[in-house]
């Protein structure tokens, strides 16, 4: 462990424990989930030592941005029009308070626990993707979402494999030991995800997570530049075996130049009428927004007819935070997660790349699905962004310390 983390004590708490174990939740029903989360609240209030759990969450170098956003929405609250279902809309604003909940706990070995509870989790995804392909996965509740797309949660399974991916890539590089299982491993849960994971977005996400691992342990070593070869050609084999993958991302190309030429899109890329029709109520106010919970309330009488009429959410956090919330919404949330990729690169190694890899997973999910309004996406990330975040203070990062939890 490195100086600049910290924890309570020597001894393991009951809540760090069982927020080690919440990873593997992610990949099943979400109701297994909040109930992990319920039991965390449970211990962590059981526990006590309030005043030191305050103490990390006020360290935290989250802790300014954050609660920048919450004035912004108590202001925005206090003084634009009030939509039905205002309290509901404003609790989703304040999704990442459950970071600093999780992290408050401090640093120790539940994060090592933790991360490989996640990668159990994602092999243990990756296996059901592949029964389900053979036809030999039962038919219960608990795996539904491996046989039919069920919408946001599909969607989640592959953002998950793709995180994932990225940070087992970056565990190829930085370690020595075991090196041909986490090859394999990584290997196995990357086609589960481009041949059976019915979804975009943990596609790319895994695609720029390599990215970023690729370019920051690349070096002029033979071991540096094979796993750089094996790993695109592995990303090029995809391409061409993941039908898929590659069909839905050329219709998305044709639905954005069909919209730019003034034609009719496919129920695909519903996603840009949404954007045109977002982009009208942002220049009506675009300094203060339409006010928490404008957006849902509006938007039905602004796309009449149209595919994307009973949308709950433009798909963007982008666009959503500033038509509610106006610019300087979207400068609150732009304030969380440009921290989360300094604070990344201030830390360093191994831990500052899963750190970097997931706030690019999040900005970029931001583009295509509002993430942090719905519980499913953000509460999985929450759970995730503790793992690196834990333990590091802001006077530390400022001061450039550097080191990885894996110590």
Not at 263 to 268: F, I, L, R
Not at 349 to 372: C, K
Request: hydrophobic fraction near 55%; aromatic fraction near 14%; charged fraction near 15%.
């Amino acid at each position: 462990m490195t100086d600049r983390l910290h924890s309570f004590g020597s001894n393991e708490t009951k809540a760090q424990f069982i927020l080690s174990l919440l990873p593997i939740t992610l990949f099943f029903p979400i109701g297994i989930g909040y109930t992990g989360i319920v039991l965390f609240i449970a211990a962590w209030l059981i526990e006590g030592h309030y005043r030191d759990k305050w103490q990390a969450i006020k360290d935290s170098p989250m802790f300014f941005p954050v609660l920048a956003l919450l004035v912004v929405t108590c202001v925005a609250g206090a003084l634009l029009e009030r939509q039905h279902g205002f309290w509901k809309a404003w609790l989703h604003y304040q999704i990442y308070w459950f970071l600093l909940l999780f992290i408050s706990v401090g640093a120790g070995q539940w994060q090592q626990r933790a991360l490989k509870v996640f990668f159990t989790g994602a092999v243990l995804a990756a296996t059901l993707f592949y029964l389900n392909y053979f036809h030999l996965l039962p038919n219960w509740g608990l795996v539904q979402n491996y046989i039919n797309y069920a919408g946001n949660k599909s969607i989640l399974l592959g953002i998950l494999l793709g995180i994932a991916g990225g940070w087992m890539l970056n565990d190829i590089f930085a370690k020595r030991d075991q090196l041909v299982l986490r090859i394999v491993a990584f290997l196995y849960i990357t086609l589960a995800l481009l041949l059976f994971a019915k979804t975009r977005s943990g596609s790319l996400i895994l695609v720029f997570g390599c990215a970023v691992v690729l370019l920051r342990h690349i070096t002029f070593s033979w071991r540096s530049l094979l796993l750089v070869v094996l790993t695109v050609a592995l990303l090029g084999v995809a391409w061409e075996t993941a039908t898929g993958f590659r069909e839905r991302l050329l219709g998305t190309a044709n639905d954005i130049k069909a919209f730019v030429g003034g034609g009719k899109v496919s129920d695909e890329g519903v996603r840009l009428e949404m954007y045109r029709i977002t982009g009208q109520m942002i220049e009506e106010h675009p300094v203060v927004g339409h006010g928490i919970g404008s957006w849902e309330a509006n938007y039905p009488a602004r796309a009449k007819g149209l595919l994307s009429e009973n949308m709950a959410t433009p798909h963007n956090d982008y666009l959503l935070y500033t038509a509610e919330l106006g610019v300087i919404g979207l400068a609150a949330l732009l304030w969380i997660w440009f921290t989360q990729l300094v604070v990344a690169v201030r830390i360093g190694g191994t831990n500052g790349v899963r750190l970097f890899t997931i706030g690019v997973a999040i900005m970029f999910g931001g583009l295509v699905n509002a993430i942090l309004r719905d519980a499913l996406f953000g509460i999985a990330f929450m759970i995730l962004l503790a793992i690196p975040l834990a333990g590091v203070s802001r006077h530390a990062y400022r001061n450039h310390y550097s080191g990885d939890m894996d110590k």
